[in-house]
């Protein structure tokens, strides 16, 4: 540690500002500047662009929260690694009654939480009941939890019927529950901590998972221990240091450096440069999600179906796959990625037209008084690498046919509240899929019981009565064919009315030093860091 740097700490401590975590976070990143950290080191430094925005999984939606917690917390059931396929975590077993209606899961036996509370079917109703009961202590004020209000809104009771034996008891037959609830709002937290922690219960997780939270420092770094009682394969690294790195091009320096040993939100471009560099490991495939321009249709403007056409035809979204994903991607013609129920055999996408654009646009100038503001986050998404070059691009393919626009950028946190609360005219965002399930994308992004202002995911605030019919017959039936016909028709209803606008499909991309064995790509986008070990040959 250098002289100057030495001084500082000294200071810190004696004002007391630095604990004993950030000593040892500080320590880390000091020792990684002078070549890197030593190959004898135990802990694993993942790079991201943004902080998590809290740490409680029945009350996230953003990328650096779920993949802070999927360290930390479990649910009763999981995908296998690399699938879509349902396997047993929390729970031993499971069985689905003949009429859908009831899930039993019988809980895996001698599993604690990290607090030492023992895991049985009443502290696993805690992170249940939390979210479906108001007046519960677990129900907290400050929280949203909205994806309660659409993957499991079917949900009526949860009970225990045994020391071990959990049971749902639902209204109607979902044919997606059993993926929802493999996703991570249905991850179960000890029921001691909101005790122990009270109002920083969203900030100190207390889960089940291979990892324990240590300690967080704001937009600087959320360090995790290894979980010596972890009921499943011990991980390697006894701990792990989620660090924010805002710039991409920073991050892959430090990553080139040794200085951190794995990263995501890499800049496309970059990608070629790394592809013969025999110390970087570079892991990707498609990823489960669209990037889109969401029209507010409480908006006067916006509620213009014509205009929101008029859009539509003038954006190149071929080029902008281009520009934006450099190869990491394609370009999107439906609201899901290919391969889902609805999607058509035949692609028919919504064609470019600039000469139709700007016949409408010159058709009704009245329309045009004041820009139409493009909202968009500055910090970059797996759909939307750099976000505002994505925004620029798009404003100036409008202002070439006649709609004047301007663009407004900031923190994402920000963002996701003017969508949320209805605060903007359109806005770039998109979707990750949680349970690789149809219903995940459509009635995400369309119904309307999605469309709450404050914790709204429907961010057009798009309300038609024929969509939530076609939505809620396709959660009710289990014939694979007849889902595929009613999402099918779901997507044409979706093209009609245009609440949307689909851009891009991103790729999942996650980079790595070499020397490291045992990391798999999650098709949800989950980010799994447990399984990660050196490998026998240095790098």
């Not at 100190?204 to 324990?212: E, F, I, R």
């Not at 794995?262 to 999600?289: F, H, T």
């Not at 071929?318 to 035949?346: H, I, Q, W």
Request: hydrophobic residues 40%.
């Amino acid at each position: 540690m250098n002289r100057i740097l030495s001084m500082h700490v000294i200071d810190w401590l004696n004002r007391g500002l630095l604990s004993m975590f950030g000593l040892f976070a500080l320590a880390l990143l000091v020792g990684c500047s002078g070549g890197g950290v030593s190959e004898r080191s135990d802990v694993f430094v993942f790079a991201r662009g943004s902080d998590a925005q809290k740490l409680d999984p029945a009350d996230v939606d953003d990328g650096e929260s779920v993949n802070t917690l999927t360290q930390i917390c479990e649910g009763l059931v999981r995908f296998k690694s690399g699938t879509l396929e349902i396997e047993e975590c929390l729970a031993e077993s499971y069985s689905v009654s003949e009429d859908g209606k009831t899930y039993s899961f019988t809980l895996r036996p001698n599993v604690r939480f990290h607090d030492s509370t023992p895991l049985n079917a009443e502290t696993a109703l805690f992170s249940f009941r939390r979210q479906m009961d108001p007046e519960h202590p677990g129900h907290l004020k400050e929280a949203s939890f909205s994806y309660w209000k659409y993957l499991y809104q079917d949900i009526e009771e949860v009970n225990a019927v045994g020391e071990m034996e959990l049971e749902f008891k639902l209204s109607k037959p979902n044919a997606s529950l059993l993926h929802s609830l493999a996703v991570f709002p249905a991850s179960l937290l000890s029921p001691a901590s909101l005790e122990t922690h009270g109002s920083e219960f969203q900030r100190h997780p207390v889960g089940t998972g291979p990892y324990k939270f240590l300690d967080w420092r704001p937009n600087q770094v959320i360090m995790l221990e290894r979980n010596d009682d972890y009921w499943g394969d011990a991980p390697e690294f006894k701990r792990i240091a989620m660090t924010v790195v805002p710039d991409s091009t920073v991050r892959l320096l430090k990553l080139k450096k040794g200085e951190i040993q794995a990263m995501d939100g890499l800049q496309p471009a970059e990608l070629a440069a790394l592809a013969n560099d025999p110390k970087i490991q570079v892991y990707q495939e498609a990823g489960l999600n669209v990037g889109y321009l969401a029209f507010n249709m409480d908006n006067e403007r916006m509620a213009n179906r014509e205009l929101r056409e008029a859009v539509a035809l003038a954006i190149d979204r071929e080029t902008l796959a281009k520009v934006a994903l450099k190869g990491a991607g394609r370009s999107a013609n439906y609201p899901m990625p290919k391969g889902f129920l609805g999607y058509p055999d035949r692609e028919d996408g919504i064609p470019l037209n600039v000469e139709k654009a700007r016949a409408i646009v010159a058709a009704h100038p009245e329309w045009f008084t004041e820009p139409l503001e493009i909202q968009v986050m500055n910090a970059p998404r797996q759909y939307f690498p750099d976000p505002v070059t994505i925004a620029t691009f798009i404003k100036g393919q409008l202002e070439a046919v006649g709609i004047p626009t301007k663009v407004v950028s900031s923190d994402f946190k920000a963002h996701l509240n003017n969508l949320r609360n209805g605060d903007f005219q359109a806005g770039l965002i998109g979707w990750m899929g949680d349970n690789g399930d149809a219903d995940n994308f459509l009635s995400v992004l369309f119904a309307s019981w999605a469309a709450e202002k404050g914790t709204a995911t429907n961010y057009s605030f798009y309300r038609n009565d024929e969509m939530d019919r076609l939505l809620l017959a396709g959660r009710l039936e289990t014939d694979i064919e007849k889902r595929d016909a009613i999402y099918g028709d779901a997507l044409k209803l979706w093209r009609k009315d245009l609440p949307i606008l689909p851009l891009v499909h991103g790729d999942n991309i996650v980079v790595m030093r070499s020397g490291y064995v045992g990391f798999e790509l999650q098709k949800i986008g989950e980010l799994r860091l447990a399984s990660i070990k050196k490998s026998k040959q240095k790098e």
